[in-house]
């Protein structure tokens, strides 16, 4: 796997991306997911049947902000598993913010192999 990254010159396309490309990457991402997460949370605390937490179907604990986090995290990178979104609201906000993830990251993906 070593020789094909050498061979292919990786690194040094990786070093090329600008910095403040990176940058504003980590911005975004964060920004998006840190807005989903306080949606969520805020729904949740209006309706608690919103959301289930397949890791506490039997406690019954609550599902914290920073659960919220995750699951946004999760959503944004994959498909989300933890925490099951159940109202027709809740499903449509994170339709939304799958898409928005994609999106967000063809765009991204383009930007750093156009700096290549």
């Not at 070093?15 to 729904?43: D, R």
């Not at 019954?60 to 609201?89: E, W």
Request: charged fraction near 15%; glycine fraction near 2%.
């Amino acid at each position: 796997m070593f020789d094909y990254i050498d061979k292919s010159h990786l690194l040094e396309h990786i070093s090329k991306i600008p910095m403040s490309l990176i940058t504003e990457i980590i911005i975004i991402i964060f920004g998006i997911n840190l807005m989903f997460s306080i949606i969520y949370y805020n729904i949740y605390k209006i309706k608690k049947n919103s959301f289930n937490n397949i890791h506490n179907l039997n406690t019954k604990k609550p599902i914290s902000f920073f659960d919220f986090i995750y699951y946004s995290n999760t959503l944004f990178f994959s498909l989300g598993y933890d925490i099951i979104p159940q109202t027709l609201l809740v499903k449509f906000i994170s339709i939304l913010h799958l898409n928005i993830g994609f999106i967000i990251s063809s765009i991204y993906i383009s930007k750093i192999i156009s700096s290549w």
